[in-house]
């Protein structure tokens, strides 16, 4: 069974970065795409940003737009978000996934997630 495992979380400033890792145990041949979700205490998951395995195709919540880059290697079978100008209102734990099909923004067209990693972000 694939496995995906991020690390890259931690605490910073505001306006500092971060860049998570997501690797997986394997290529995950069945899925179309990568994407990244975020869930702060008392809130929903939220899409965050995906990036498909071919071509590199990109999607953003306009919340992270121009702070965030999502990027993919595929010969380490690892997806990174790149997280600048980081934002108290960012602070939430961050998952990453694997996109079956379907809307890429809806976390139920995922079927395999990560276990999280905490990223806080303090003013």
């Known amino acids: 069974q694939v496995q995906l495992v991020e690390s890259g979380g931690g605490l910073v400033q505001a306006g500092g970065s971060l860049r998570l890792s997501c690797a997986a145990s394997?290529?995950?041949?069945?899925?179309?795409?990568m994407g990244w979700f975020r869930q702060a205490p008392g809130k929903e998951r939220e899409f965050v940003a995906a990036?498909?395995?071919?071509?590199?195709?990109?999607y953003y919540t306009n919340s992270v737009q121009g702070r965030f880059t999502i990027s993919r290697d595929k010969a380490k079978n690892t997806v990174y978000l790149q997280m600048n100008s980081l934002k108290p209102e960012d602070t939430a734990t961050y998952y990453c996934?694997?996109?079956?099909?379907?809307?890429?923004?809806?976390?139920?067209?995922?079927?395999?997630w990560g276990q999280g990693t905490q990223v806080t972000v303090s003013s």
């Open positions: 990036i498909t395995w071919t071509a590199g195709i990109t």
């Open positions: 394997e290529r995950t041949f069945s899925s179309y795409a």
């Open positions: 996934a694997a996109h079956v099909d379907g809307n890429i923004y809806k976390s139920s067209r995922y079927n395999q």
